[in-house]
């Protein structure tokens, strides 16, 4: 469809019950230029500004579910934040990933090349295997789990295809949303340590951690500036987890007495995890001016994101 100036472009959002999906829609509604559409599987977790943006239930392997959406909206954009994101149940039930990431990113993808939208897919640094991060948007990908394997094959697709596209990598997310389905670092540092759990955590791989809102900024900067290609959206800081655990127990004042050193070869998971991933951000902050917080910076706003749900309880 065409993109006239003057009228409101419409943003439609999957996966927006997620923790970035949630990000996208609050950041997306404070432009009045745009039109929000989540959609998420199953009924809206939003629990504030429900009037300023439109929430659709679209479970993404239903072809049918996904033609009926976009007929509806005709969204100029599209920004494809669904998936099946736990890493070692991808590695356990590979049918179940194959089908969530790859074939009904399909679905996505055949309905913005019928509508003419423009999609934002986000892919994720385990399309690498580690031995050289961080890096850049024109390093080969390698992945070494069958997570980043299901990505690397879906950016691959939607490179082939007749549509305008962009690839937005990202690494180790955190942040605090409603009714999550997964933890992330900070979170499960800091339960963790109120508990007055023992905490062990690597200290060989590197990571650029990302705070939510600021990857949900840069997927929209994609909008603003309508830029293509692969860009890497993520934090600033080359960090170990180790290191953010001591930098989260610092913050909350939480006993860092707790938290030990270990290394990948101790650390028994399910899927392979690249050792030193981490992305190069110059591209985006260069072309998007996109500028993220520090990690240090991210943490100061989750902590008054906790502080505000607790005065809101
Ligand atoms: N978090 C990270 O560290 C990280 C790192 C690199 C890349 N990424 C990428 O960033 C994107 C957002 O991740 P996130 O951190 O927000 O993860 P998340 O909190 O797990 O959100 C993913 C969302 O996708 C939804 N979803 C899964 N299958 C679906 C389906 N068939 N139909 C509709 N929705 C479906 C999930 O629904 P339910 O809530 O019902 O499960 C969930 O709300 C993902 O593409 C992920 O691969 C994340």
């Not at 697709?157 to 933890?183: E, F, M, P």
Request: contains cysteine.
């Amino acid at each position: 469809m065409g993109t006239s100036t003057n009228r409101k472009k419409t943003i439609l959002i999957t996966g927006a019950n997620g923790l970035v999906g949630q990000k996208l829609v609050e950041c997306g509604i404070t432009n009045e230029q745009w039109d929000i559409i989540a959609t998420g599987r199953g009924e809206s977790r939003f629990k504030s500004r429900k009037e300023d943006f439109t929430y659709e239930p679209m479970d993404i392997t239903g072809i049918e579910e996904v033609s009926r959406v976009f007929a509806k909206y005709t969204p100029d954009y599209v920004i494809h934040s669904a998936s099946m994101t736990d890493v070692d149940r991808c590695e356990i039930n590979r049918d179940l990933c194959n089908e969530q990431n790859i074939h009904a990113t399909e679905n996505i993808v055949a309905a913005c090349e019928k509508h003419g939208s423009h999609l934002i897919f986000i892919s994720t640094d385990f399309v690498f295997d580690g031995k050289k991060g961080p890096y850049t948007e024109d390093d080969k990908p390698n992945p070494v789990n069958y997570y980043g394997w299901t990505k690397y094959e879906t950016e691959k697709s939607i490179q082939s295809r007749k549509l305008a596209w962009t690839i937005i990598r990202t690494n180790l997310v955190y942040g605090i949303g409603h009714d999550l389905t997964r933890s992330n670092i900070v979170l499960w540092v800091k339960h963790g340590l109120e508990v007055g759990k023992e905490m062990s955590l690597v200290d060989d791989q590197v990571r650029t951690p990302t705070l939510a809102e600021d990857l949900a900024a840069g997927c929209l900067l994609v909008v603003s500036k309508n830029a293509t290609g692969i860009f890497n959206i993520s934090g600033k800081d080359l960090l170990t987890p180790y290191d953010m655990a001591i930098l989260t127990a610092d913050y909350f004042g939480l006993d860092k007495e707790k938290i030990t050193r270990t290394d990948s070869s101790h650390f028994n998971q399910v899927a392979k995890r690249p050792i030193k991933t981490g992305l190069i951000i110059e591209k985006a902050q260069k072309i998007l001016d996109f500028q993220p917080k520090s990690f240090a910076e991210g943490i100061a706003i989750v902590s008054k994101q906790f502080n505000l749900a607790k005065e809101n309880l």
